[in-house]
Each structure stands twice: as structure tokens, then as C-alpha cells.
């Protein structure tokens, strides 16, 4: 049974991610680095205790997915602004 989830698990790397994406005018692929900072906390939290969870990161197998698209292909979010007719 998972444990219950630490709100101070991986925070610093969470709010690291929102202030980045405030610079950058919410562009996430500026961010990247400090996306991939909260993926590798999360996945050192899992690896050494597969029960853990943190309120800052996303389900084991949501993020072995996202570790496994980051290493395959570029998937950052990216605005995308269309014209109104």
C-alpha cells in the first residue's frame, strides 16, 4: 500500500519549475532543465522506495512514461496562438 504523499518531497524542484515557466512567459521548453530536475528527483524517490509518493510528482508509471517520451522525442508543450476569422 502507497504511503501517504510528502508535500516536501521534490517541492524546491516543483517550484522551481513555476517560477521558470513565470520568466519565460509560460514557454515550457525554456524550463526543460528544471522539468527533467523534478523528473529525476521523483524517479531517486521511487528507486529507493517504490511505496513513496510526493505531492509533487506525477504516479511511477506516469513518469516512467514521461522519462521514457523525454528520451524518444521532443514533447514540450508549446503555445500556439491561431487567428480568429
Do not use: F, W
Not at 521534490?10 to 520568466?23: F, M, N, S
Not at 509560460?26 to 526543460?32: A, K, L, Q
Not at 528544471?34 to 509533487?56: F, P, S, V
Request: aromatic letters at 4%.
Amino acid at each position: 500500500m502507497p504511503s501517504e504523499p510528502s508535500p516536501n518531497v521534490c517541492h524546491a524542484e516543483a517550484c522551481a519549475i513555476q517560477d521558470c515557466l513565470r520568466r519565460a512567459n509560460y514557454n515550457e521548453r525554456r524550463c526543460r532543465s528544471a522539468i527533467d530536475a523534478l523528473y529525476a528527483c521523483c524517479k531517486k524517490m521511487y528507486d529507493e522506495d517504490g511505496d513513496a509518493r510526493a505531492i509533487a510528482c506525477p504516479q511511477p508509471d506516469l513518469l516512467k512514461l514521461k522519462l521514457d517520451q523525454r528520451t524518444r522525442e521532443e514533447v514540450d508543450a508549446e503555445l500556439r496562438r491561431t487567428r480568429m476569422a
